[in-house]
Structures are given as structure tokens and as C-alpha cells.
């Protein structure tokens, strides 16, 4: 048996009916999780200390004595914290727990170079500063943001109450610049539901938050992500580039 761990924000409704929903497609594979106080996005110190590492850690070790297989955080904060975030929560997971890591952010960036993707466009639900600060992070990796849509939301609770109609639509207005990918970022939006439609609507690969943070811990410790098609078909196909597996 295959026990995928998942660090999940507080306030989170999305991510784990869908990752377990994924996981039952998947042979015997299950899902579990671990939650730390996560309520608000936003860039004051306030909001940026939800994502101290000390609690993350703590919630982590909570799933090693489930002994899963891998401890992933399912959320999207190294993309405005930046990338060393990630890489050090990873590192301090595997430290204090002897569990891998993987986490969605290091899993994004890992599917966007499989892909060889210079262009992304970019649908969250976050406010103005945050999705700009998103923007120029990315950026600083040679990523240029060919269209974007933001729903300028600040309360985590409310990303899930964002109808998927609504997140289609704006799916397919960003495929309309033809980017070499589209990244739904944030794992409380329900876009994992719509992704193989837009992707067969428009052709251009759609990597959605929670699928990345289930394709990531699933290659981490070597498993077949082919499962994942039903949520990612491009995704699926990918492979993991394994320099970009990170290990303590």
C-alpha cells in the first residue's frame, strides 16, 4: 500500500476530496492529511507568518506516524515566498521526519521545464500585490506571463466557493495567448475538475495546483503518474526531470 501524506492549509475545502478522488484511480494508493492554521493570503507579516516553517513541521511529523511514504505540502506559498522556501521546508521535513518531500510549487516549476515552457499564463484567486508578486517571481526564472486572470480574493476559505464555471472561463481566455502552459495556482480553486476539458477546448497544457502536488509526491518516490490523465492528460504524460527531485 502506497500512503501519500498531504500538509494542507486549515481553511482548505478543494484539495482533499479531489486528491482522494485521484488517489482511488490509483492501485492501492491512499491519501491522508495534516493541517496547519492557514486563513488569509495576503503580503503583511501577519499573513506571510502562517507559513513559518514550525508548524508546517510539526503537522509533518503528525503524518509520519501514519507512516506515509512521502510528505507533500499541497499549497502554492514558494510562489510569492520564491522557490527556497519550498527547497527548505523540503529539507527540514526530511530532516526531522525521514520522510521525502515534494511540495506543488517545486513540482510546477519541475512540469513547466519537462514541458520546455518559456510563456505560461496564470489564473489564481488571489489579490493584485499577491499576483503580482507571483508574476515577478517567475519571471526571475526566465518565465514570461503571457495573460493572466485573478479573482482578487484575499480570505483562503472563499478560493473554494469560486464556481467552476467561472474558472473555465477564465482557462480558456488565458489559452487564448496561446502560452506554452496555463497554471490554475492554488490548491483551495476547483480547477483540477475542468483541466482535461480546457486542455482538449484549446490544446495547450493546463497544470492545476493539486494535480502537481499529487504528479510531485507520486515521482518522488518513483510511482506511475499515469493514473493522473483523467485530472492532467499532458501532465501525465510528462516525466518528472529527475535534477529536480529535491532530497535533503
Not at 496555463?182 to 482538449?200: D, F, Q, W, Y
Amino acid at each position: 500500500m502506497i500512503r501519500l501524506g498531504m500538509l494542507t492549509p486549515s481553511s482548505n475545502t478543494v484539495l482533499e476530496p479531489v486528491c482522494a478522488e485521484m488517489a482511488a484511480a490509483l492501485p492501492e494508493t491512499s491519501v491522508h492529511f495534516s493541517r496547519f492554521t492557514v486563513k488569509r493570503i495576503a503580503l503583511d507579516d501577519t499573513a506571510l507568518g502562517q507559513f513559518d516553517t514550525g508548524p508546517m513541521v510539526e503537522a509533518a511529523k503528525l503524518l509520519a506516524d501514519a507512516k506515509v511514504d512521502v510528505i507533500a505540502w499541497n499549497g502554492t506559498s514558494a510562489s510569492w515566498l520564491g522557490l527556497d522556501s519550498d527547497k527548505a521546508l523540503v529539507a527540514q521535513i526530511e530532516r526531522e521526519t525521514g520522510v521525502p518531500a515534494s511540495t506543488c510549487v517545486l513540482a510546477m516549476m519541475a512540469a513547466l521545464k519537462a514541458l520546455g515552457a518559456k510563456t505560461y499564463a496564470l489564473v489564481t484567486p488571489y489579490s493584485d500585490d499577491v499576483q503580482e508578486k507571483i508574476v515577478n517571481n517567475l519571471k526571475g526564472h526566465g518565465l514570461k506571463c503571457a495573460a493572466e486572470v485573478h479573482f482578487g480574493i484575499e480570505d483562503n476559505f472563499s478560493f473554494g466557493t469560486v464556481p467552476q464555471d467561472r474558472i473555465a472561463t477564465a482557462l480558456e481566455e488565458v489559452s487564448a495567448a496561446k502560452p506554452d502552459a496555463v497554471i490554475t495556482l492554488c490548491t483551495n480553486l476547483a480547477g483540477a475538475p475542468v483541466t482535461k476539458g480546457i486542455e482538449a477546448k484549446t490544446g495547450v497544457p493546463i497544470l492545476d495546483s493539486v494535480t502537481l502536488t499529487m504528479w510531485g509526491a507520486l515521482a518522488r518516490i518513483g510511482q506511475p503518474i499515469n493514473g493522473l490523465a483523467p485530472w492532467g492528460p499532458k501532465l501525465a504524460d510528462l516525466d518528472y526531470p529527475s535534477d529536480e527531485l529535491v532530497s535533503a
